[in-house]
């Protein structure tokens, strides 16, 4: 059973570039949930999607937005990058609400370096 | 707002040796709490989900423990090796907030 998949795994970024995150969850799996982690602050919660609509939003300016298509695979996309962005951004997926019934199991991750 | 800690946040042991991470958090409206290692510049492997009505659960040579009440967990490793070697997270998923918050992690070292 393949796992999540994240692409694209490394990518290099100039400030104000845009970039887009594709994530294809395990089969079967309707709920895919990101994450952004930097030394800094750690883990944190960017938003989910389940049945392609975003259930959850974490705080986090307008700049970071998502969607998901009817085949659960899901894309993020960051506007008008800042150097602040450069993170590991993480991709999980589970049968249910994230976290509410089911195990998360994630990517992976594409780090993003924007210079 | 949910809030959560791990102690230690470093922990360097020898090879063989039995240790516990201790994870707390300050909501106890937790519907469930989960324990994850991440190996440098990887992504994270779930080791162990406790839903909020369990109080432990075992893998292996892994044991997880939920005092809900008291907002507190542990994940117990036994016989300590090399290969244990990564950070550890836990998360709880709290219905209120609706998502997922992660601790801080604790960077287990395990020496020849």
């Known amino acids: 059973k393949a796992g999540v998949t994240q692409t694209p795994r490394y990518l290099i970024k100039t400030r104000g570039q845009q970039v887009t995150l594709s994530c294809s969850p395990i089969s079967g799996h309707r709920s895919v949930s990101w994450y952004q982690q930097t030394p800094g602050q750690g883990l944190q919660f960017l938003f989910e999607?389940?049945?392609?609509?975003?259930?959850n939003k974490g705080n986090f300016p307008g700049r970071f937005s998502g969607r998901q298509f009817s085949n659960s695979r899901s894309e993020m996309n960051v506007s008008t990058l800042e150097l602040g962005d450069s993170a590991l951004y993480l991709c999980?997926?589970?049968?249910?609400?994230?976290?509410?019934?089911?195990?998360?199991?994630f990517g992976e991750g594409s780090r993003l370096t924007v210079l | 707002k949910q809030e959560v800690t791990q102690i230690p946040a470093a922990l360097s042991v020898p090879e063989g040796e039995n240790l516990v991470l201790n994870c707390s958090f300050t909501?106890?409206?937790?519907?469930?709490l989960q324990w994850f290692r991440q190996d440098p510049g990887k992504g994270l492997t779930s080791l162990l989900l406790i839903q909020s009505s369990q109080r432990e659960q075992t893998s292996g040579r892994l044991n997880a423990s939920l005092d809900k009440s008291s907002g507190r967990s542990t994940l117990y490793i036994a016989a300590s090796q090399p290969g244990d070697s990564a950070t550890y997270l836990c998360?709880?998923?709290?219905?209120?907030?609706?998502?997922?918050?992660f601790g801080t992690g604790t960077r287990l070292q395990v020496t020849l």
């Open positions: 999980a997926s589970s049968l249910e609400v994230a976290g509410l019934a089911g195990e998360l199991f």
């Open positions: 999607y389940f049945s392609e609509t975003q259930r």
């Open positions: 998360a709880v998923y709290t219905g209120t907030a609706s998502k997922l918050t």
């Open positions: 909501d106890s409206a937790i519907y469930n």
